[in-house]
Structure formats: structure tokens, C-alpha cells
């Protein structure tokens, strides 16, 4: 007898033929929006149907945080209140003295004629989740473009950097902490002015680099940003060195740091507005065009002798 399908499950292409062709069109989906971010806008439409589905998923855990929250016991927080008074009445007088030398400070620099320092400002943000590749340091907070953040502003605790902004969505954004691998923040040292570039390590640390091996670094050194990347303002705490490492056979030590900031907990964070763009004096802007003319012209040059040669 003959125990042959019948024709109508004989039609299509092999079941290994369709897996192939589905493998290699995700592949070559992967390989070009990791190129050329063209599914960026798809992306930020498919957040904002996910984005209340994320938001549900995540209301059993508050309610319990809150619940929680609510049933602490009122004698704790009148502890909590009481140490807080005091701890407020010792560092009056440490506090009163800053502002007194901040006001001097600011005085001293108009008298030298020295630009004032730019003011820091922000809106602040709650820390939501972390992101889901466990191989990145990333977290995600719940301001996005309709809270006017864009990618690339600082974002801060109340001990230090915390990241930057890398990915903006319509209601959420995406923070790259600084202990990621791809991410680096230029610091100075306190202690000796010495100027730097801090790495993260990807497990929680930071590494000072391209300091010579007979570099004048000691643990406990406290590391804050530099300002030479134009994103960071200077003055921000960032780490502080816990391990040298010193070798005769390297031209540069290993140094180790550990980031003052709160960048594996969960709190609120502030964004920094982006820092305004420092205009060149007319005498550097119209050295600058000219030698970007010259250049241009040379350039052309090179290409008119080029085609007459050819």
C-alpha cells in the first residue's frame, strides 16, 4: 500500500531551508542596526506600547516596598530624626565657614578677572531597573524626552558621578554607569593636580591609566572629574584608589579605584543639564577658519594634480 502524504503537505520549502533563511535574515537584522542604528525609530515606537506593560509588571514590587515603607515604626523615625538634628548642629559651623569661603571664592575671581565657575543644574530622576544584558553596567531611569533629557548629560547621587546618559526613550532613559567597560570619564588627582583617564572595569571598579609606573599616587587618593571631556564639570567626585600595583617591567602602573558614588544601588539620581558650548575669541575663530580654508585648498590641489596625472 501506498502510505505517501498527500500532495498538500508536499508544497513549501524544507523545514531546514525556512530555519536557515530566518537565521541569517536575524543575523543580518543584528549586524546592521548594530552599524547603522536604523532600528532606532522602531525601537522608540515599540516603547511606548511597552512601556505600560513594563510599568504593571513592576507595580506588585512597589506596592510591597511601600507597604513596607509605611509600616516602620514611629520610634525609629523619631530616632532618625533626632540624629539627623544633631549631626545638622555639628557641622553648622562647617557648613556656615564653606559659604563663607565659596562668597570669597567667587569675589577673588572677579577681581583676577578669572571666568566664574558654571553652575550645576538638573532635574532629578528615580532609578527603575537595570538593564537586562548582564554583560553591561546600565540602569534605567524614568525621565525621558518628554522630560526633555537627551543622550550624552551627566548623571549624578549625592556622593559623585554616577554615568551618563546613552539611550533616550519617550518616557524612560538609559544611564551607561561609569564602572561599564566602554565607558571613561577624565579625572584629576586632588592631592597632586595630576590629570587622568578612569576606565571601568565592567565588575564594580575603575582603573587609572597612563599614569607612568613613579607616578605620585597613594591609596586613599580622591579622583573628580577634570571638565577637559566639555561633558563632565569639574570638581565631581568620581573614585578613590584602593590598590597600586607597581611593576619595573611596564611603563605604567595599575591602579585600582573604587567609585564614591552609589552606582550598584537603587535611588534617586540627578541629570545634569548638558554643558553649555564655549565660544572661541574672534582672533582663535578666524585662525581656525583660516587654516580650514588653506586646507581645503591644498586639498584641492592634491586632487587637480592627481587627475592630471592620471
Known sequence: MDHQPPPFFKRGPAPVALLSFYVALSVALLVVDARMQTLEVLRQAL???????????????????????????VSRLQEDNAQLKRVRLENVTTLLRTQQLEVENERLRKLL?????????????????????????????????QDKVIAGQPVIDDAGIVGQVTRVFPFVAEVTLITDKEQAVPVQIVRTGQRSVVFGLGNG???LR???ANADVQEGDVLVTSGLDGIFLPGFPVAKVTHIERNT???FARIL????????????VMILDPRPAVALPEHLARE???RDVKSTARSGLAKKKRLKKD
Open 47 to 73: 516603547s511606548l506600547f511597552t512601556h505600560p506593560v513594563q510599568h504593571l509588571a513592576h507595580l506588585p514590587a512597589q506596592l510591597l516596598d511601600n507597604a513596607g515603607s509605611y509600616f516602620v515604626s
Open 288 to 290: 581656525a577658519a583660516g
Open 249 to 251: 617591567s611596564y611603563s
Open 210 to 212: 597612563f599614569l607612568p
Open 205 to 207: 571598579q575603575l582603573e
Open 113 to 145: 578677572g578669572v571666568k566664574e565657575r558654571q553652575q550645576a543644574s538638573g532635574q532629578l530622576a528615580q532609578i527603575l531597573y537595570s538593564a537586562r544584558d548582564p554583560y553591561s553596567r546600565r540602569i534605567v531611569i524614568d525621565k525621558g524626552q
Open 257 to 268: 579605584c573604587m567609585p564614591l558614588a552609589g552606582v550598584e544601588n537603587f535611588s534617586e
